[in-house]
């Protein structure tokens, strides 16, 4: 099979510790990529050989905890879901409007 057609199908299944290697190797190369909340898109049919190498040597490697000196890992912050604070409007029924609600309340 060749490789950017396996990357293709297996990159998914990469260890959280090589993304993250995978991802500053992409970032340090300047390759054309799309950033979203969901992580990196990239396009393996426009990489060079020399990146596909790389992508593809480093998912067969067999440490499961590579040593790195080039590459730094990145701290990703996640943001905490603000505090929603529930404003009300003063609102003015009129007899009519008041009429109708009563019989919803009974």
């Not at 040593?67 to 003063?90: F, L, N």
Request: contains cysteine; glycine residues 0%; neutral net charge.
């Amino acid at each position: 099979m060749d490789k950017r057609k396996f990357l293709y199908y297996n990159i998914h299944k990469i260890e959280n510790n090589k993304r993250i290697i995978l991802t500053n190797y992409i970032e340090q190369n300047k390759i054309e990529h799309n950033k979203n909340s969901n992580g990196l898109l990239l396009n393996f049919s426009q990489l060079d050989d020399e990146h596909i190498d790389f992508c593809y040597d480093l998912y067969n490697l067999e440490n499961k905890y590579p040593q790195y000196d080039a590459v730094k890992s990145a701290h990703i912050q996640t943001s905490k879901p603000r505090k929603m604070i529930a404003e009300y409007k003063d609102y003015h029924l009129t007899p009519l409007e008041s009429l109708i609600l009563s019989y919803s309340t009974k």
